[in-house]
């Protein structure tokens, strides 16, 4: 996922971080059956000195997916991803959901 302050300025890629039923963060290689009942934590760090270009609680979102996943609510229009953010869902094709909470902050 990457975000971006207007159509066609610099895009930002998040940084995703994927979560067990228990809380733990699962890194390296997992299958949907090891993360089942987690959640996932899409986090947007954007430079201190691009604060005044790249206003958190007004970006674009765009999210690269196979063919026949969906995510919902759309990320269409602007968003706020600022304080505890946003929370999106994604459902793939075989009928699995995962839920990721979106934020960004300035570092």
């Given amino acids: 996922m990457v975000c971006s302050a207007s159509h066609g300025s610099s895009?930002?890629?998040?940084e995703i971080h994927e979560y067990d039923k228990n809380g733990n963060e699962v890194t390296g290689s997992f299958t949907q059956q090891d993360v089942e009942g987690g959640y996932g934590l899409i986090l947007f760090h954007i430079s201190q000195s691009l604060q005044?270009?790249?206003?958190l609680t007004?970006?674009?979102l765009i999210a690269t997916l196979t063919w026949d996943e969906f995510v919902t609510p759309s990320l269409s229009g602007r968003h706020d991803i600022t304080g505890d953010g946003i929370i999106?869902?994604?459902?793939s094709g075989?009928?699995?959901t995962r839920q990721y909470r979106v934020r960004g902050d300035y570092q």
């Fill in 11 to 14: 895009e930002f890629l998040g």
């Fill in 52 to 55: 005044n270009d790249v206003n």
């Fill in 58 to 60: 007004n970006i674009y």
């Fill in 88 to 91: 999106i869902t994604v459902k």
């Fill in 94 to 96: 075989v009928g699995t």
